[in-house]
Each structure stands twice: as C-alpha cells, then as structure tokens.
C-alpha cells in the first residue's frame, strides 16, 4: 500500500521516465515509473475507399441487368450463370464488411502514418503533425476470422483523439501498437519536456517546438568545453580549450555522460541531447549503445541528436537510422545543421561554420 510517507520507488524497466501525482485522502504521492520506449517504427493507416455495401448492391445490379438482356436474348444457361455470379459477389462482398471494424461516429477518415514521435496526417498531400502531447486517447478496434481453427485478426481500425477532433484509420491484420496504447500519457510527457542546457538537467535551454535549437545546442556544448566549470562537470583532463579536441575522453567523463543520456527523471530539464552531441563531439564510441537507445524516443530532439550521434561515431545507418526520419517533427534548420554535424571532422569547435580549434 502507498502511503503519504512511502518512498516512490521507480519501476526497473529499460525505458523513460513517467511522473505522476497519486491525490490520496493522506495527501498526494508522487509516482515514478520508467516506461518502455516505442516498438513500432512506422504504422501505415489509410481511410475507408469506399462503402463496401454501396459496391456490391451495384455489382449485383449491374450483373442483374446483364442477365435479363442476355435472358431476353435467349441465353438462358449464360444469364443464370451471371445471376449465380452476381450472387457470389455480392455475398462476398458482405462478408468482407461484416469483417471491418465500424468507424466511431464523429470520426473523419484520413490517411496517417504513427511514428515513435507522433502521427504524421495526411502525409503524402498536406502533411500535419501531432505530437504526442496533442494526443489525448488512442484506440484500437479489431475483427477476428478463424483460420485453420485459429482466431486471426483480419482488420483493425485505429481511432485518434485530440482536443478538437476525431480521426480515424484502417489497416489490414493486426497493428503493433499496445505499447502506444500503455504508455500514451508517459510518451506525452517526456515529449514534453524542455531541453537542458547542461549536463545536470537543470538550466532549460528550449523545446524544440516553438523554435529552432540545434543552434543553441552545440553552443551549450561548445561553452561547456570552454570554461573550467564544464572541464569539472565533465572531468575532462588539463589542457585548455585550444587543445580540447586533442583530449579522448577518461573513463570518469564516458560515466558523466552514460549517467546524463539515462536521463535523470528528476530534474527539471532533459541533458540528453546536450549530451549525445558530447559523446558525438569527444568520440565516445562506448556510448554507442546508449545512442542507439535514444533513437526511438517519444522526444523528437532527443531522437534526433541520438541518431545523429550514433552515426557521427560509426553506428550503422540500418540500426541508427537517419534525421529524414523524425523530420517532420523538427525545424528543417535543426535537419541540416544535424546533417553537417554528422559529417563534421572530430573537433570540439561545435558552433555551424565555426573555424576548427
């Protein structure tokens, strides 16, 4: 039982971290549990393409219509076949719609793409984002057929919920999405969560949504090598600033940075992409793990600076896959800079079209 004086222990999963307040008649507890990150990579939705009962009653005419002319034509072996036909069919098609989940009412069908970072609408037309926070509720309604005496699912319908709309997607079979379906709230707000502007989480740089940050984040990153505030928080060994590039990283720095891309669930900003670009930055190939890790968080920036660090240190693109991917949920200056930065030489001088040290 929790009580108003239990200590809130943190679940011991691989994952982020969710906050919340338990408001108890002793008083409110503070609830920590570490969520898993998101499984699915790309779920493909489309809409309805039309009314399947609507195509088989005018099948069915027209195959009637066809049979009464060659009927009256004398061939009546050819219009009782298309009448048998035009029977199948509309069956068929009937059977086809009892197996699709119904759309909840209110819905508006739309083409959409759920990624680890949100759901891209109507991608390929007017692309639009929503990012986990905007998510409210997600649901996930299947039909079932049974094949070879196993249940299979045939069809499942995916409906979103945002604070002024309802939307709504098809897709054949089964989609991986109970992860998304467990953990919504916990996504929504890590994804939330400013970005810190030093190792310990605790000065916030930005978010990444109002405006750009890839900018002030080499900087943060290029400041803290420059002053012995950041060569302490890092243990860097002496040496200067001109001669930081020279310097790999000691075992005690490699631990600074692990700590600060497990992300301390407390503090009141995310050092996570202040320290990729670090680890990026001092060739930390250790770290690559780590890196890995973060390419699938619900945080877009996070997943962003996690892949572009992972590459920039060797990482396989099949495995860290690439900026194009989160994209959509970034500003395309932060696409870019990203970009030159993982193709930069191995320097500390981090800021764009910065002289090398």
Same mark, same amino acid.
């Given at each position: 039982?929790?009580?108003?004086?239990?200590?809130?222990?943190?679940?011991?999963?691989?994952?982020?971290?969710?906050?919340?307040?338990?408001?108890?008649?002793?008083?409110?507890?503070?609830?920590?549990? +570490?969520?898993?990150?998101?499984?699915?990579?790309?779920?493909?939705?489309?809409? /309805? $393409?039309?009314?399947?009962?609507?195509?088989?009653?005018?099948?069915?005419? *027209?195959?009637?219509?066809?049979?009464?002319?060659?009927?009256?034509?004398?061939?009546?072996?050819?219009?009782?076949?298309?009448?048998?036909?035009?029977?199948?069919?509309?069956? !068929?098609?009937? #059977?086809?719609?009892?197996?699709?989940?119904?759309?909840?009412?209110?819905?508006?069908?739309?083409?959409?793409?759920?990624?680890?970072?949100?759901?891209?609408?109507?991608?390929?037309?007017?692309?639009?984002?929503?990012?986990?926070?905007?998510? +409210?509720?997600?649901?996930?309604?299947?039909?079932?057929?049974?094949?070879?005496?196993?249940?299979?699912?045939?069809?499942?319908?995916?409906?979103?919920?945002?604070?002024?709309?309802?939307?709504?997607?098809?897709?054949?079979?089964?989609?991986? !999405?109970?992860?998304?379906?467990?953990?919504?709230?916990?996504?929504?707000?890590?994804?939330?969560?400013? #970005?810190? @502007?030093?190792?310990? *989480?605790?000065?916030?740089?930005?978010?990444?949504?109002?405006? $750009?940050?890839?900018?002030?984040?080499?900087?943060?990153?290029?400041?803290? &090598? @420059?002053?012995?505030?950041?060569?302490?928080?890092?243990?860097?060994?002496?040496?200067?600033?001109?001669?930081?590039?020279?310097?790999?990283?000691?075992?005690?720095?490699?631990?600074?940075?692990?700590?600060? %891309?497990?992300?301390?669930?407390? &503090? $009141?900003?995310?050092?996570?992409?202040?320290?990729?670009?670090?680890?990026?930055?001092?060739?930390?190939?250790?770290?690559?793990?780590?890196?890995?890790?973060?390419?699938?968080?619900?945080?877009?920036?996070?997943?962003?600076?996690? +892949?572009?660090?992972?590459?920039?240190?060797?990482?396989?693109?099949?495995?860290? *896959?690439?900026?194009?991917?989160?994209?959509?949920? %970034?500003? /395309?200056?932060?696409? /870019?800079?990203? +970009?030159?930065?993982?193709?930069?030489?191995?320097?500390? &001088?981090?800021?764009?079209?910065?002289?090398? &040290?």
């Amino acid at each position: 039982m929790v009580g108003a004086g239990a200590p809130a222990h943190p679940v011991a999963r691989g994952g982020a971290w969710w906050r919340g307040s338990l408001d108890l008649s002793s008083g409110v507890v503070t609830v920590l549990r +570490k969520l898993p990150p998101p499984d699915f990579r790309y779920v493909w939705l489309h809409p /309805e $393409p039309g009314s399947t009962g609507a195509l088989a009653a005018a099948g069915t005419a *027209g195959l009637a219509g066809a049979s009464a002319a060659v009927w009256s034509a004398g061939s009546h072996a050819l219009s009782l076949g298309l009448i048998a036909m035009g029977s199948a069919l509309g069956l !068929l098609a009937l #059977v086809r719609a009892e197996h699709r989940p119904p759309i909840q009412r209110g819905a508006r069908e739309v083409t959409m793409a759920i990624v680890p970072w949100g759901i891209v609408v109507d991608p390929d037309t007017e692309p639009r984002v929503l990012r986990w926070p905007a998510v +409210k509720q997600v649901n996930v309604d299947v039909s079932h057929t049974m094949r070879g005496g196993t249940p299979a699912v045939v069809s499942s319908v995916v409906t979103v919920h945002t604070e002024r709309e309802v939307l709504a997607g098809r897709a054949a079979g089964a989609v991986d !999405l109970e992860r998304l379906l467990a953990n919504l709230e916990g996504y929504a707000q890590e994804a939330s969560r400013p #970005v810190a @502007a030093d190792v310990e *989480g605790l000065t916030v740089l930005g978010d990444g949504v109002t405006e $750009p940050i890839a900018v002030a984040l080499l900087q943060a990153a290029d400041g803290i &090598c @420059a002053t012995s505030r950041g060569d302490a928080q890092l243990a860097l060994p002496g040496g200067g600033y001109r001669t930081a590039a020279a310097r790999a990283a000691a075992p005690e720095t490699i631990a600074v940075l692990r700590s600060a %891309l497990s992300w301390s669930y407390d &503090c $009141p900003a995310d050092p996570r992409p202040l320290a990729a670009i670090l680890a990026g930055a001092f060739g930390a190939v250790e770290l690559v793990p780590e890196l890995l890790r973060l390419a699938s968080s619900p945080h877009p920036v996070v997943a962003a600076f996690g +892949k572009a660090a992972a590459l920039r240190l060797g990482a396989p693109p099949n495995r860290a *896959g690439s900026l194009d991917e989160v994209a959509a949920f %970034l500003f /395309e200056e932060d696409v /870019e800079i990203g +970009k030159r930065w993982i193709a930069s030489g191995p320097t500390l &001088c981090l800021r764009p079209r910065a002289q090398a &040290c």
